[in-house]
């Protein structure tokens, strides 16, 4: 009998609320296991996240966007606009007690833009000098227009004025890597046990497929202020399974809630849905690097029209969510969205505008297009993905094969082999800026996954890039976003609104404007 119950010690064990147990640990739905922790190569959300706790740049982003002081207490910024230095805290140190200097941020800034890194995240580094020549291979890194002045010191110099800037630096693609790990242990530098991070979480756990496991950095600068131990974030890329565990009492937090459960959620855990407004898209891209949307703009056109996206938000994605007609989402100040001519044409009237345009495209019933639909694992997506088949389907007869992949698969899929013909995507901002949206389709950005390629829109971007007046840099960047929705290298569906479940006994939660949020300013009820 005694050894029945020791035995069972374990699952009671789990149900203990961690906060109870005298640890405050916080278990979070991750969505998918992570790409990268290299600060350089991420660009994913599942990344991002965890990067955020694990590293720090010279500022962070507030509830608003807004830049407030991170591993910099200070900053100033020239006259002309072109100059920024950044004053670091005293005694800043890294994870394993190292002094943390401006020359880390320095050589970081520098590894990233350099090519042979092979970072896909390197485009918001552009506003700074030589950057974009040093990315493209035509300038040596060590021309980057950074120099740390002494310890304390970083000098920034910018070959435009850039009112975005110091909300750049907030970025986790801008924290510092510890030189030391990533010469000695190259890709591996990031496992646990050589990772050496500079947050106020240190990684000390990576089962892949499992769990991640950060816990709370005594050195951090404000590691008083910390109150959780750890953060325990599991890749749960089924939604379902994901509310079943936050239901069983294993996570604190989900990562998303399935579309389908809404009105369960909403009926028997109200206090604990959270649904944010996020400055994102959701889209469909156009591979246009080959067949068959390669020259074949009618073909895009068609599409895109017979997407119905009223019913996609109120049917099946039903949180809030509002159709997009445009790429850059709204609510971004002194930015006038632009949207596809056809936004107010009645559903009917689409419809027959896209048979016009597939017909002429060279399709129709005795010749109907075949077309592959891929997306990442995902129930959420599933259902958005049926959807869209069975419109194709209805509207213009294209006989739609689905392809769900798992993320990192789908992934490759979309970015290095372009085997894909349509595909899911979506792009949530870094900064409540819209040349957050318009980089990311310039022509060869790491992110540009339909390989769009326009030269009429890469003009009007980088010329908006170097206007200083906030009004004509937006009037640049309103044109550039026309010229896009001219040449429908994506299918804009909706504007997204961020879905988590989150346990009451969760203190100091707030996702902020851009839909991330620091552990550092959470903690655990113990009553």
Same mark, same amino acid.
């Given at each position: 009998?005694?050894?029945?119950?020791?035995?069972?010690? #374990?699952?009671?064990?789990?149900?203990?609320?961690?906060?109870?147990?005298?640890?405050?640990?916080?278990?979070?739905?991750?969505?998918?296991?992570?790409?990268?922790?290299?600060?350089?190569?991420?660009?994913?959300?599942?990344?991002?996240?965890?990067?955020?706790?694990?590293?720090?740049?010279? *500022?962070?982003?507030?509830?608003?966007?807004?830049?407030?002081?991170?591993?910099?207490?200070?900053?100033?910024?020239?006259?002309?606009?072109?100059?920024?230095?950044?004053?670091?805290?005293?005694?800043?140190?890294?994870?394993?007690?190292?002094?943390?200097?401006? +020359?880390?941020?320095?050589?970081?800034?520098?590894?990233?833009?350099?090519?042979?890194?092979?970072?896909?995240?390197?485009?918001?580094?552009?506003?700074?000098?030589?950057?974009?020549?040093?990315?493209?291979?035509?300038?040596?890194?060590?021309?980057?227009?950074?120099?740390?002045?002494?310890?304390?010191?970083?000098?920034?110099?910018?070959?435009?004025?850039?009112? =975005?800037?110091?909300?750049?630096?907030? &970025? #986790?693609?801008?924290?510092?890597?510890?030189? #030391?790990?990533?010469?000695?242990?190259?890709?591996?530098?990031?496992?646990?046990?050589?990772?050496?991070?500079?947050?106020?979480?240190?990684?000390?756990?990576?089962?892949?497929?499992?769990?991640?496991?950060?816990?709370?950095?005594?050195?951090?600068?404000?590691?008083?202020?910390?109150?959780?131990?750890?953060?325990?974030?599991?890749?749960? +890329?089924?939604?379902?399974?994901?509310?079943?565990?936050?239901?069983?009492?294993?996570?604190?937090?989900?990562?998303?809630?399935?579309?389908?459960?809404?009105?369960?959620?909403?009926?028997?855990?109200?206090?604990?849905?959270?649904?944010?407004?996020?400055?994102?898209?959701?889209?469909? %891209?156009?591979?246009?690097?080959?067949?068959?949307?390669?020259?074949?703009?009618?073909?895009?056109?068609?599409?895109?029209?017979?997407?119905?996206?009223?019913?996609?938000?109120?049917?099946?994605?039903?949180?809030?969510?509002?159709?997009?007609?445009?790429?850059?989402?709204? %609510?971004?100040?002194?930015?006038?969205?632009?949207?596809?001519?056809?936004?107010?044409? #009645?559903?009917?009237?689409?419809?027959?505008?896209?048979?016009?345009?597939?017909?002429?495209?060279?399709?129709?019933?005795?010749?109907?297009?075949?077309?592959?639909?891929?997306?990442?694992?995902?129930?959420?997506?599933?259902?958005?993905?049926?959807? *869209?088949?069975?419109?194709?389907?209805?509207?213009?007869?294209?006989?739609?094969? &689905?392809?769900?992949?798992?993320?990192?698969?789908?992934?490759?899929?979309?970015?290095?082999?372009?085997?894909?013909? &349509?595909?899911?995507?979506?792009?949530?901002?870094?900064?409540?800026?819209?040349?957050?949206?318009?980089?990311?389709?310039?022509?060869?950005?790491?992110?540009?996954?339909?390989?769009?390629?326009?030269?009429?829109?890469?003009?009007?971007?980088?010329?908006?890039?170097?206007?200083?007046?906030?009004?004509?840099?937006?009037?640049?960047?309103?044109?550039?976003?026309?010229?896009?929705?001219?040449?429908?290298?994506?299918?804009?569906? =909706?504007?997204?609104?961020?879905?988590?479940?989150?346990?009451?006994?969760?203190? %100091?939660?707030?996702?902020?404007?851009?839909?991330?949020?620091?552990?550092?300013?959470?903690?655990?009820?113990?009553?």
């Amino acid at each position: 009998m005694l050894r029945r119950w020791l035995l069972a010690l #374990p699952v009671l064990a789990l149900l203990v609320h961690p906060a109870r147990a005298g640890e405050q640990v916080l278990r979070v739905g991750n969505g998918s296991e992570p790409a990268t922790l290299d600060p350089a190569l991420c660009d994913l959300n599942p990344d991002l996240q965890i990067l955020h706790e694990l590293s720090e740049g010279l *500022v962070t982003i507030g509830p608003s966007g807004e830049a407030l002081p991170g591993q910099a207490e200070s900053w100033t910024v020239s006259d002309d606009g072109l100059t920024y230095r950044f004053s670091l805290r005293p005694d800043l140190a890294w994870s394993n007690g190292a002094p943390l200097t401006a +020359e880390d941020f320095a050589w970081s800034w520098r590894r990233t833009v350099d090519p042979k890194t092979g970072s896909k995240y390197a485009f918001p580094y552009y506003p700074i000098l030589n950057a974009e020549q040093i990315v493209a291979g035509t300038a040596d890194p060590s021309t980057l227009g950074v120099h740390a002045i002494d310890d304390r010191t970083l000098e920034v110099r910018l070959k435009a004025p850039t009112g =975005f800037f110091v909300k750049l630096t907030g &970025l #986790p693609q801008f924290s510092p890597a510890y030189r #030391p790990a990533v010469e000695r242990f190259g890709t591996q530098y990031t496992r646990p046990g050589n990772l050496v991070s500079n947050g106020a979480f240190m990684l000390v756990e990576w089962t892949p497929q499992s769990r991640i496991v950060v816990a709370k950095n005594p050195r951090y600068w404000d590691a008083a202020s910390v109150k959780l131990d750890k953060v325990v974030y599991l890749p749960i +890329e089924n939604q379902n399974e994901e509310l079943k565990r936050y239901r069983a009492g294993e996570l604190e937090e989900t990562y998303d809630v399935p579309s389908d459960q809404l009105d369960f959620v909403r009926a028997e855990l109200p206090a604990e849905l959270r649904i944010t407004p996020s400055m994102g898209t959701y889209f469909l %891209g156009f591979n246009l690097t080959r067949p068959p949307f390669k020259d074949d703009l009618k073909l895009r056109q068609a599409i895109n029209l017979v997407i119905d996206r009223e019913t996609i938000v109120a049917k099946i994605t039903k949180a809030g969510e509002t159709p997009a007609y445009g790429w850059v989402p709204p %609510g971004i100040e002194g930015y006038a969205n632009r949207s596809f001519d056809w936004k107010a044409l #009645p559903m009917a009237e689409r419809i027959a505008r896209a048979r016009k345009l597939y017909a002429e495209a060279g399709y129709g019933p005795a010749k109907p297009l075949a077309l592959e639909l891929r997306y990442n694992t995902s129930e959420n997506h599933k259902k958005i993905m049926i959807g *869209v088949a069975s419109m194709l389907k209805q509207a213009l007869g294209i006989q739609v094969t &689905l392809v769900n992949q798992e993320f990192k698969v789908f992934v490759e899929a979309r970015k290095a082999k372009r085997e894909t013909e &349509l595909f899911r995507d979506g792009w949530t901002a870094d900064y409540p800026d819209a040349n957050n949206f318009a980089e990311v389709l310039l022509t060869g950005a790491g992110l540009n996954d339909s390989g769009y390629a326009s030269p009429a829109y890469d003009e009007l971007v980088h010329r908006a890039q170097l206007t200083v007046d906030p009004a004509a840099r937006n009037a640049l960047l309103e044109q550039a976003e026309q010229q896009l929705l001219r040449d429908e290298p994506i299918a804009p569906m =909706f504007n997204y609104t961020l879905k988590r479940l989150v346990k009451p006994y969760v203190k %100091g939660y707030a996702l902020n404007i851009l839909g991330f949020y620091y552990a550092r300013l959470v903690s655990l009820d113990p009553q």
